[in-house]
């Protein structure tokens, strides 16, 4: 029975709509599930119990707490209003007589009530200050009584000058002066709060004249009646005002022209004690945490007022500020000065794609006109000369400030990356005097101190010694450890070498490099000097075992020195290479300011920014330009490259096959990007969004695209980080390929190749088997059709390339695979032979030798490729500008879009024809052309991003001009006044048949902005010749050089190109350039029919005399026999016992009036039975320079 009051003995019903049993223990306890859920059940029941009464417990704690501070804070008014009566009661009858003496009672009672917040208290307060401040009073603010109660009363005061502004109380303001200049101790407490007061006085709103008078000698007020300690130049309460002064005064924006110059306040300034509070400040952890604004406003204040200051008694102070400022702001000034105007590389490229080319909030014309100041000569130059009398101290202070040199000079560069070049030439142009007195060029006096680090000489001696020192680096980047110290200020040194060193490899010829120990030390002139820093041949082979230990370590264990950093971001100073150049950003600032928090990469070297990511490109950009010149003119051991003891090389290849596998699978799981990407135009405008640069609507980008720019270069940096992971092997390869054989190398090319093939052909390699089954999963026999169709052509022989393009050009990606030819010729016949590879292998031939030999077939009529002296083919330079000026003349307006259609026709062919040599690398076939050296580096960088363009130097333009070349070269070495020349800044560029008339069109162009209005001196000559070679080599054949290597890139992964340098790369496209090796051939070659060897090994006759007349032709017939049987005249790379298929020898007839034919499909010489060698002679020379087609047999 259920009772209850109403009668009813019935249950009330109760429903619940959660479909859970209310009733914890309901469950049925031989049900586990059941009981479990239970359980859970009564345990979150009680669980919401004991928190409801935590709660409660709070809430009735936090009423409590509510009704004791309203109670206290009621007491305390009723309290202060009591005192203020009896103020006004006792004291009221004091306003009159300002000469009477102030009673300590009345300062007491005062301080009790006084409220800064209120009008009548402020009031009371500006009274009592009046009569303080009168004659008679001023000295009982000295007196022994009052002392306790002086802080106090200038805190109250200080609290109500703020709460008046933005009026000006003279009165209190003079009170506060009196009690600070008779107590000075107070300074620190109140240090912050007064230089606050002042900071929001000036930009609260106009000051008049009088007020800013005051308000300026208010500011080093407290900077002169501040304290100092006995013994020291100054004391911590000092350096607490200067602290303070810098941190709230000197970081208001604009505050020259809201105080009317800062020519007074530098005046009364302390230039040292200044640098000192900046170096205290920024040697803390909580400066990092001040607003970026700020600190840049800061900085260029630092500099206006320093530069004011003739007496510079401590400069190692002032530089050691100016560096820690510059190093902590340098990720928020990079990109930001001048944003508004071209740079350099923009104007050189002839302001193409503008729109592509992001703007960043520029920073205010101060600061950048402060910063820009900087970069003066004589404070360049004079700095090698300090870093020297500081070296030669001896001393841990000396060397402290020798770090702080190099890491100034080293931030200089990472901020001011167009004008890095100059900063450099200053540097390397600048000499110091050693401690016994003689005179050492830089670069000299800077590879004595490097090499003599123990940093240098334990990596040099033992490459697995740099990981430890580099693992060593990261674990304690952030601790005060003298040993830290002291390996930061040796990586600085070595750091600051190689920044100089990249500059003098750009500009000093081979002869002036190899004869580096010959070098005078007391060359005069800039180009002088340049000449004779270079290093002796045994000092850079110790440098390059350095840079090589170290450059392998980077990259081969990238993964354990990386770790988990995720703000990585390419570029900074390493866009002076390109490589992989990486900013970091340690905090991030909303746009109110509030500052948000960001994993950043660890610091190298203690120098803000700098990364280990900034070590390797530095490193390998010095150690590629030494290779690339050891390669042009070997000075350097055989083998001294290569590092296969770190490596089992009988499982090498296997190994790289299985890593290359592992990043294929992660590239397809995460949608593999194109890995050629050409220039990095987009990179700058990335760049910007990461460093939090944003732009207005009405620039180029929306926000929208910007977000997805920004994420899709954060997969891309992920990205990498995970195939450095997988592959430690490929990055080697890829960054530094010298250390592993030649012959390995190319082995794994074509394992790279074959790999692609069975991933593109779904398993099957071989065309025929290709071909049926694509024929097999066609849906029907068009489709089957139609897709075979697309990769066959019929080719004229009179128009091979024309023909090929229109009918391979829509390939795209897909001439990968196997294509079919039919040859057409003169007479519209089609030519005998079945496409088994060897009429393909001619098509390709023919191709390449017609594109870049004979002028095109429209238009203009330019030739693709030119050749310089030694006939090694290059992009033609005017090619692009020919073209344009032939449009011009038919009447087609640059604004038309006849115009597009028109102008990409050029770039598509030398695109198809990037793809056509990209195949003939593909499928292994050997081209007889030859590339010059400069063009090859850039298939090898094409991987690398812009930095070829850093790496080139004057030596590569002897590739393109000699005459040039040599001209420059004397520019750079002319004893006298380059000025008697009358060159600048321009240069002049010859169109051929750009007038109507067919004259060429001559055009100047400057290379740099208002390069017309610049002559070339003795101290700039340089860098002419550094922008005339960057004109020559990469901003003249640009458009057209991108084209070609765009079109490679599809068809050859730019990463496999890498692998090998300039040299190597002409031996991969051609073969080997030495003789035909007989006996290779020979033992390579099979026979058939009854050429065939029996079981006695002896050879038929016909075969002996074949060998024989080969044994006796010159090398230039053997190379037509070898071209007349398998297309090319150029021996495998790898020896013939890689050709495939083998060279091949069978009978074909006894006729002796038969000539000898050949299917180059299948590399066979058809050879009747001949029955002396003199008629097999003539027969077989006959054969090879007839030239016919495949109708021949």
């Not at 001048?338 to 960043?360: A, C, H």
Request: aromatic residues 10%; glycine residues 6%.
């Amino acid at each position: 029975m259920f009772q209850t009051f109403s009668g009813s003995s019935r249950r009330p019903r109760q429903v619940n709509l959660s479909g859970q049993n209310p009733n914890p223990f309901a469950a049925s306890t031989w049900n586990s599930s059941a009981s479990a859920s239970g359980a859970q059940k009564t345990v979150a029941h009680a669980q919401q119990e004991r928190e409801q009464r935590q709660r409660e417990r709070e809430r009735l704690n936090a009423s409590k707490k509510i009704q004791r501070v309203w109670r206290g804070h009621r007491s305390r008014t009723k309290l202060a209003d009591a005192r203020r009566e009896q103020y006004k009661a006792t004291y009221s009858s004091c306003e009159g007589g300002s000469d009477d003496l102030i009673p300590l009672e009345q300062l007491k009672l005062l301080m009790a009530f006084c409220n800064p917040e209120r009008d009548d208290d402020v009031a009371q307060l500006t009274e009592l200050g009046r009569k303080f401040v009168h004659n008679k009073n001023t000295r009982l603010i000295s007196q022994a009584e009052y002392r306790p109660y002086l802080f106090k009363l200038a805190r109250l005061t200080l609290s109500a000058l703020i709460h008046t502004l933005p009026s000006y109380n003279r009165v209190l303001f003079k009170l506060l002066s009196n009690i600070l200049v008779q107590n000075g101790n107070i300074l620190s407490h109140i240090a912050i709060p007064y230089y606050d007061f002042l900071s929001s006085a000036v930009v609260g709103g106009s000051l008049s004249d009088e007020w800013r008078a005051e308000l300026v000698s208010a500011v080093f007020f407290p900077l002169q009646v501040s304290p100092s300690a006995p013994g020291q130049s100054f004391s911590k309460v000092s350096l607490d005002v200067y602290s303070a002064m810098a941190s709230r005064f000197l970081t208001i924006p604009d505050l020259e022209s809201r105080l009317g110059g800062l020519q007074v306040l530098a005046s009364k300034i302390s230039g040292n004690h200044l640098a000192a509070a900046v170096v205290r400040d920024y040697s803390s952890i909580s400066s990092s945490q001040s607003n970026p604004e700020a600190k840049l406003w800061l900085l260029a204040h630092f500099i206006a007022i320093s530069r004011m200051q003739e007496h510079r008694e401590e400069e190692s102070e002032l530089l050691r500020a100016l560096s820690l400022q510059l190093s902590a702001c340098s990720v928020d000034l990079i990109g930001r000065i001048d944003g508004r105007k071209l740079t350099s590389n923009n104007f050189q490229r002839g302001e193409r794609e503008e729109s592509e080319v992001q703007s960043v909030k520029n920073l205010p014309i101060f600061i950048s006109n402060k910063l820009l100041s900087l970069l003066d000569k004589e404070s360049i130059t004079g700095l090698l000369r300090k870093f020297n009398i500081d070296y030669a101290k001896g001393s841990t202070a000396g060397q402290e400030d020798a770090s702080f040199l190099a890491s100034y000079a080293l931030t200089l560069l990472r901020i001011f990356p167009d004008r890095a070049d100059e900063i450099r030439m200053w540097l390397c142009s600048s000499s110091v005097t050693t401690s016994n007195g003689n005179e050492v060029l830089a670069l000299k006096f800077l590879w004595e101190a490097m090499s003599s680090t123990s940093t240098f000489k334990a990596i040099m001696a033992d490459s697995r010694a740099a990981l430890e020192i580099l693992q060593y680096q990261k674990q304690h980047s952030n601790e005060p450890s003298q040993e830290v110290i002291s390996r930061d200020r040796e990586w600085r040194t070595i750091l600051l070498f190689l920044e100089l060193y990249t500059f003098v490899l750009k500009f000093i010829d081979d002869e002036d490099f190899l004869g580096g120990s010959t070098g005078s030390n007391q060359a005069s002139g800039t180009a002088s000097k340049i000449r004779g820093s270079a290093l002796s041949l045994e000092a850079v082979e110790k440098l390059t075992l350095f840079l090589k230990n170290i450059s392998f370590t980077t990259y081969y264990n990238a993964a354990e020195l990386s770790g988990d950093d995720n703000s990585v971001i390419e570029g900074g100073l390493g866009t002076y290479f390109g490589i992989n150049n990486e900013f970091t950003k340690d905090e991030k600032y909303a746009s109110d300011g509030s500052q948000t928090t960001s994993h950043s990469s660890w610091p190298f070297a203690g120098i803000s920014g700098m990364t280990f990511y900034y070590l390797r490109t530095i490193v390998i950009g010095v150690m590629r330009m030494i290779y690339e010149r050891d390669s042009r003119r070997r000075f350097l051991p055989k083998d001294h490259w290569l590092m296969t003891a770190r490596f089992d090389m009988k499982g090498f290849i296997l190994d790289v096959i299985k890593e290359q596998e592992r990043r294929q699978e992660v590239a397809d799981g995460e949608g593999a990007e194109a890995e050629f990407e050409g220039d990095a135009d987009e990179y700058e405008p990335i760049q910007n969004l990461i460093l939090g640069r944003t732009t207005r609507p009405s620039q180029l980008l929306s926000q929208m695209r910007q977000q997805d720019m920004l994420r899709k270069h954060q997969q891309k940096i992920n990205k990498r980080k995970i195939m450095a992971a997988v592959g430690p092997r490929i990055e080697v390869l890829q960054n530094m390929p010298f250390v592993i054989p030649f012959e390995t190398r190319v082995e794994i090319f074509r394992q790279f190749v074959m790999m692609d093939q069975l991933k593109r052909r779904s398993g099957v390699i071989d065309p025929d088997s290709w071909r049926m089954r694509m024929a097999n999963m066609a849906q029907n026999r068009h489709a089957a059709r139609e897709t075979l169709g697309r990769h066959h052509a019929s080719i004229r022989r009179e128009s091979v390339f024309e023909d090929a393009f229109d009918a391979f050009f829509p390939l795209s990606e897909g001439l990968k695979e196997p294509i079919q030819i039919t040859f057409v010729d003169s007479f519209g016949a089609i030519e005998a032979g079945i496409d088994g590879g060897g009429v393909t292998k001619e098509f390709l031939t023919s191709v390449t030798n017609e594109a870049f030999r004979n002028p095109l077939d429209y238009g203009s009529n330019p030739s693709l490729f030119v050749t310089n002296d030694q006939n090694l083919l290059y992009p033609n330079p005017t090619a692009m500008e020919q073209d344009y000026e032939f449009l011009r003349s038919i009447g087609i307006n640059e604004t038309s879009p006849e115009w597009r259609t028109y102008s990409v026709q050029l770039r598509n062919r030398m695109h198809f024809l990037g793809r056509i040599v990209g195949k003939c690398l593909y499928e292994g076939i050997l081209i007889d052309i030859n590339f010059a050296g400069f063009f090859l580096l850039k298939w090898s960088a094409a991987n690398s991003g812009p930095e070829a363009a850093s790496r080139t130097n004057l030596n590569d333009l002897r590739d393109l001009d000699e005459g040039l070349y040599q001209g420059l070269l004397k520019l750079k070495n002319y004893p006298g006044n380059v000025e008697d020349f009358s060159l600048d800044f321009t240069i002049t560029d010859t169109i051929p048949n750009g007038m109507p008339d067919g004259r060429p069109k001559v055009i100047t162009r400057d290379l740099m902005p208002n390069g017309s209005n610049i002559p070339v001196t003795n101290e700039n000559r340089l860098l002419y010749i550094a922008y005339v070679v960057r004109h020559r080599l990469h901003i003249q054949p640009y458009e057209l050089t991108q084209a070609f290597l765009r079109g490679l890139g599809q068809i050859i992964n730019p990463s496999w190109l890498s692998m090998f340098n300039q040299v190597e790369l002409q031996t991969l496209i051609s073969g080997e350039t030495s003789d035909i090796n007989i006996n290779d051939l020979r033992e390579n070659t099979q026979y058939g029919g009854v050429y065939q060897i029996g079981h006695d090994g002896r050879e038929h006759p016909t075969i002996m005399m074949f060998w024989q007349v080969m044994e006796e032709l010159k090398d230039e017939d053997r190379r037509k026999v070898l071209k007349y049987v398998t297309s090319t005249p150029r021996a495998p790379l790898l020896g013939f016992g890689s050709l495939n298929p083998l060279f091949s020898i069978r009978d074909s007839s006894s006729d002796e009036d038969r000539l000898p034919s050949a299917s180059t499909c299948v590399n066979l010489l058809k050879l009747p039975r001949y029955q002396s060698k003199e008629k097999l002679r003539e027969k077989l020379l006959y054969a090879v320079n007839a030239g016919a087609g495949f109708d021949l047999s």
